[in-house]
Structure formats: structure tokens, C-alpha cells
RNA sequence: UGGGGUGUCGCCAAGUGGUAAGGCAUCGGAUUUUGAUUCCGACAUUCGUAGGUUCGAUCCCUACCACCCCAGCCA
């Protein structure tokens, strides 16, 4: 089994540990708070596997809050995206889904409660006018002109701002913090923005629409959120969290002071994580879908064959720190292979086929063996794997010359075909341009499930047979990227370095127990790798039978 | 030249004043009708660098270096 190592303690377990401990909760609730503008993709995993992870792990509760506040960017197809998602790896979420859009009403209010207690003010300066006010890293930003206006002239324009009394963009709703803060999220944020857009669950009521700074704190204190853990970048927004919900929770206006706690994002090399570039390879056609299976999104991976399990394992072995957490593909891969290696059946299918006749085979008196479909689990049961005079085996697996340290069939050689005879290369079929047509083999009928005697075999090879084996299309993939980081070429756009390679669709011949297979069964294909049975193009019934690569088996045979 | 972060084995990652967990990878070896799996064993005298405090420092102090994030009416 894959030795689980216990949940890492990581720096924010330790925190929730001591909170539990001293009293300050009884019971934590974190929360998942995705912007539906996008598929979730192999970062939010990490993500997601932390926070529901935590709740799971220490009796607490993890909410899923759609952070819908920029109407132009969200739509409906990814909420339920998401959703999907989050229950196809195992998780619940606390009661109904929950939506930054459930409190707009409420944060209005407590814009109105910061404009009345002179914290906030509506600025008439352009975009460009704003830039230039605030300053740059190195200098101080300089008060808008706008920024003395009354409290009560304040709350009469911001209410007419929302009554749609002012075009897009004119004016915006500013926190009144510090203009010459060193930290920029400080100097006087804006908060609510105009912006007539159709929202996905609000439609039309709103033309203002408030900003994740603003909304994002008060969203968990509205829940009663004890630990909301984010990325690193927004660990210099953590002032502004606080400073808002301090002035709210002080009023009496919160229920809760939640903590913002920062952790590294994700990178996975060979791969983009970039939501706007996943976006164009859709949109562009790159790729078939956000659920192709060369995308690193959640959905591509399922479409891909891994597992819930797997990608949990792996969000655990990724671990949560402040340091950049790179990974490199074969690192998820070792993970999910780790998972399937003791939960699907194996069966054996040839992707490349090479013909044998075998020469002394006998219709009715060559016998053929039952095996189980698991070496270590006969529970998954048995099929018997039926020899006739023609089969099929990989093209791999036969070298007329061997070359040094080659064990499997060579001309004159024997190798053991895997659940029945050891064979003995007899003659070598050529076509016209000194190709290798087929191969003619003898039995040896003495090693049906056992060894021979005075001799050793060393290699074993699969094979199906050529008359009853059933034809698939098997997708084989490849990383999408042919560079470590496609996202960070200097002078190169990320398209460029699309892996020309990353599909190759074949035919493979199984065996027929492969008939009975359902979308998303998955499948050792032994020594070849883990296959999943489409989830949309595999249908036995029909007689199509469409295979997707999951992932290769380890391969130690070092040439 | 501002602010916020991060630097522990090839990659992740614990640890934190008492002499470096674990996982992945790698390398040996055993078992094996999958060159898979499984199993055993090896694998940082050293924690970005340089100083300092201390009986003792990866952990405290000082300086330096490298890298990441921040100037959206995006999240």
C-alpha cells in the first residue's frame, strides 16, 4: 500500500492544533473560494486538498464560496465545473453553496457604515488619474482632490452611484487609509467599482459591483471563517483584510476576526497553470476541451485515468509550506501509478502487434490458463487467457539481434508468454523490403504453468491472440509542453512550446475480457501502463472501445 | 533607492538552542510467469554566505547575497 505518511505537519496544522488547543475555536471552518472564471486546474487541487483536508482532519467545517464579484469574467458553466470537481475528489462542502454575490446586499450596508464614519469616499479621478496618484513602489502616493469630501455628500453620491445615476467608470467607492503607506494595497484601495455587467446570479439588480479586497474579508467573517489560507501573494493584502474587518468587527457589525494565513501556490513544471492561457488553448483550439486530457485541470485529469486518490496523494506529498513548492510531473505521476497499482485489474493488450504462428500449436489439445486478473488481489477474480495458433505480441519485444542485456524474444531465443508457454523463436518471416512480417514459434508443451526443466527463462512478455483479441483506439499522451516552464520564455509566447507529439492515436488488440469494460474503468495493461475506458467516447456496446493513457509503468531496464 | 516574503540532499519537506524526520528520485541486493509490484540496505559531519553571542546555533544577533510578490476601477 502506499505508506500514507501522516498528514505532514505543516505550519498551518500546527496553528489550527494551537487554536484548538487554547480554546480560541472549538471548531474550525475554512473555506474553498474558487472565481468561477475557469476550470480548476492542478494548483487549485493543492489548494482544495488543504482546506478541505483540514476541516476532514480536524472536525471542522470547509465552506465553498464562488467568488463572483467581477461579473464579466464568471458564468455558470464553470460553477458547475467546479463543483463537479470538488465532489469527484471526495469532498463536502459545508451546507448549500455559498456565493460572494449571497452578501452584496450586506457589504453595500457596510459601505454605506464606512462612508458614514468618514473611512471611505467616492473619487472622480480617472483610471489614469489614479495611477498617477498613487505613486510607485519607491514614492509616495498624494491624496486625491476628491478624497475631502463630507461623509454626507459621500453617502448621497455612492447611493446614486448605485442607482446607475453615473456612466461605467466614472466614479469609484476608496477605503480611507494612507496614501503614503509603503504597502500599495494601503494607499486608499477602491472598493466598489461601476460596472454594468449581467451577473450569473444576481442578473441586473446591481451596477456597482464591490472588489475582492473588500469583499473577500468580509465574506469569511460573514461565515465565521477561523483560518482562510491563500497564496503568498496576497500576503501583503493581509493588512487590508484586517484592517477592514477590525473596523467592522469593532463596530459589532462581525460575527467573527477571521485569520488570513499564506501558503506557496503549486508549480508544476512542463505545464501551465496560468487560468488566462488555459483559457486560450481552448478557446483556441489547442487542446479538445477544458477536459482534455493533456490539461492539467482537474477534469483533464480524470479524463486522463487518475484517480481521486491519486491526486490527493499527491496534493499531501506536496505538502503546504512558504517556500516555492516546484514539482516535476513525474512526481503527481509516481503518485497516481502508486494508487493504481493495487486498485485495477490487469489485462493484457499489444499496442504494436508482431504476428506469431505457432508452428506446433493444436486446436482442442494446446491448452490455455486461467489467471487472475490481479497478482495480489484475487479478489478482482479471473479470466482465462485462451491461446490460439496466431497471436499477437509487441514489436518491442522482439529483437532479431539482441542487443546487450536484451531478454526478451530473440530469433532462436525463448522468452515465457506471460499466464501460459514458454516459446522458442524458430524462423524470422521477411516482407519484400526486409521487414518483419511474422514470426514462426514452437510451444513448449511442458511449461504450462510451470517452469522448465534444466533451464531458465528469464523473459516474460504478454501477448494476445490474434484471432479473438478486440481492437481499441488508445490514446497515447505526452506532456503538452516540450519546456520546463512554457510560461516564462523570455521573448517566447507559451504556444510556441507545444509538445507537436503530445497525442498519438493508435490501435490496440486486447483481450476480449476488455468486452465488458464501463467509462472510466481503469486498467494495467500489463507491462505497458495504466488505461482508463473513456468517459464519453467508451461504449462496449456499440463496439467502440476508446482507451486513454493514464500513465506508463516504471521502467527500470536500464540499455 | 520602498514594502512584503523565501532560501535545509537532485525535487518536495519536518525540525528549531543540545548536536539534521519523512516522501519522491537515485544506487546496491533479494524475491518475481509484468525488466512492474514487494522486500531489504545505502543516501546532508550539514541547514544561502560571512561574521558575532553561547559550553553548544540550521535554530538567537548583525551584515551581505540570490530568488519571488506588490504601482487592475482582476482575483
Same mark, same amino acid.
Given at each position: ?243 477592514? @474587518? ?97 486498485? @485495477? ?9 508482431l ?40 514489436q ?32 524470422v518471416i521477411k516482407n519484400a523490403d526486409g521487414s518483419i512480417s ?18 531458465? @527463462? ?102
Amino acid at each position: 500500500m502506499n505508506n500514507d505518511t501522516p498528514a505532514a505537519g505543516n505550519f498551518i496544522r500546527a496553528i489550527v492544533e494551537d487554536d484548538l488547543k487554547t480554546g480560541k475555536h472549538s471548531q474550525i471552518i475554512t473555506r474553498f473560494p474558487p472565481e468561477p472564471n475557469g476550470y480548476l486546474h492542478v494548483g487549485h487541487a493543492k489548494a482544495l486538498c488543504h482546506n478541505f483536508g483540514l476541516a476532514e482532519d480536524y472536525n471542522g467545517l470547509c465552506n465553498l464560496r464562488f467568488d463572483d464579484t467581477n461579473p464579466e469574467k464568471e458564468n455558470d458553466e464553470f460553477v458547475q465545473a467546479i463543483q463537479d470537481n470538488i465532489r469527484w475528489l471526495g469532498f463536502t462542502w459545508n451546507g448549500e453553496v455559498k456565493y460572494a454575490s449571497d452578501y452584496f446586499d450586506k457589504l453595500y450596508e457596510f459601505a454605506l457604515w464606512f462612508i458614514d464614519n468618514d473611512l471611505a469616499y467616492v473619487d472622480d479621478l480617472t483610471p489614469e488619474q489614479m495611477r498617477e496618484y498613487r505613486g510607485t513602489l519607491t514614492t509616495s502616493g498624494k491624496d486625491s482632490p476628491y478624497r475631502t469630501r463630507s461623509a454626507a455628500e459621500n453617502h448621497d453620491l455612492f447611493t446614486r452611484m448605485k442607482d446607475g445615476e453615473f456612466a461605467d467608470s466614472a466614479k469609484v467607492l476608496r477605503l480611507k487609509i494612507n496614501m503614503s503607506s509603503p504597502n500599495m494595497n494601503l494607499r486608499d484601495p477602491a472598493i466598489y467599482r461601476i460596472k454594468r455587467s449581467h451577473h450569473i446570479r444576481t442578473g441586473d439588480k446591481w451596477c456597482i459591483y464591490p472588489m475582492y479586497d473588500y469583499t473577500h474579508c468580509i465574506s469569511d467573517a460573514l461565515e465565521s471563517i477561523t483560518h482562510s489560507c491563500c497564496s503568498l501573494e496576497f500576503e501583503d493584502h493581509r493588512p487590508l483584510y484586517d484592517w477592514v @474587518v477590525d473596523k467592522l468587527f469593532t463596530a459589532g457589525l462581525l460575527p467573527a476576526r477571521p485569520r488570513q494565513i499564506e501558503f506557496s501556490r503549486l508549480v508544476l513544471n512542463y505545464t501551465i497553470t496560468s487560468k488566462r492561457k488555459l483559457t486560450q488553448l481552448v478557446s483556441e483550439g489547442l487542446v479538445s476541451a477544458w477536459d482534455d486530457p493533456r490539461m492539467p485541470t482537474i477534469a483533464g485529469m480524470r479524463r486522463r485515468g487518475y484517480t481521486p486518490q491519486g491526486v490527493r496523494l499527491f496534493a499531501k506529498r506536496c505538502g503546504i509550506s512558504k517556500s516555492p513548492n516546484v514539482v516535476d510531473i513525474p512526481f503527481l505521476e509516481t503518485a497516481i501509478r502508486e494508487e493504481l497499482e493495487n486498485s @485495477v485489474p490487469r489485462v493484457m493488450a499489444v499496442l504494436k502487434p508482431l504476428k506469431i504462428i505457432l508452428t506446433n500449436f493444436v486446436a482442442g489439445e494446446t491448452g490455455s490458463r486461467s489467471a487472475d486478473f490481479h497478482p495480489q488481489h484475487p479478489e478482482f477474480g479471473s479470466r482465462l487467457c485462451e491461446l490460439t495458433q496466431e497471436i499477437y505480441i509487441d514489436q518491442d519485444d522482439f529483437q532479431e539481434t539482441p542487443e546487450k542485456g536484451f531478454q526478451r524474444l530473440t530469433l532462436g531465443g525463448e522468452v515465457r508468454l506471460r499466464h501460459s508457454y514458454v516459446i522458442k523463436c524458430e524462423e524470422v518471416i521477411k516482407n519484400a523490403d526486409g521487414s518483419i512480417s511474422e514470426l514462426r514459434c514452437s510451444i513448449d508443451p511442458l511449461t504450462l504453468g510451470k517452469n522448465p526443466e534444466g533451464r531458465k @527463462v528469464k523473459g516474460v512478455i504478454h501477448w494476445v491472440s490474434a484471432t479473438k483479441s478486440i481492437a481499441a483506439e488508445v490514446r497515447l499522451y505526452d506532456r503538452l509542453f516540450s519546456v520546463e516552464n512554457p510560461d516564462n520564455v523570455e521573448g517566447h509566447d507559451f504556444k510556441e512550446f507545444i509538445n507537436p507529439h503530445s497525442l498519438d492515436i493508435s490501435t490496440a488488440y486486447i483481450e476480449p475480457s476488455i468486452l465488458s469494460v464501463k467509462p472510466e474503468d481503469h486498467f494495467q495493461f500489463e507491462r505497458v501502463g495504466y488505461f482508463v475506458a473513456d468517459r464519453y467516447d467508451c461504449d462496449a456496446a456499440k463496439g467502440k472501445l476508446v482507451f486513454n493513457k493514464t500513465v506508463g509503468l516504471k521502467d527500470n531496464w536500464k540499455k
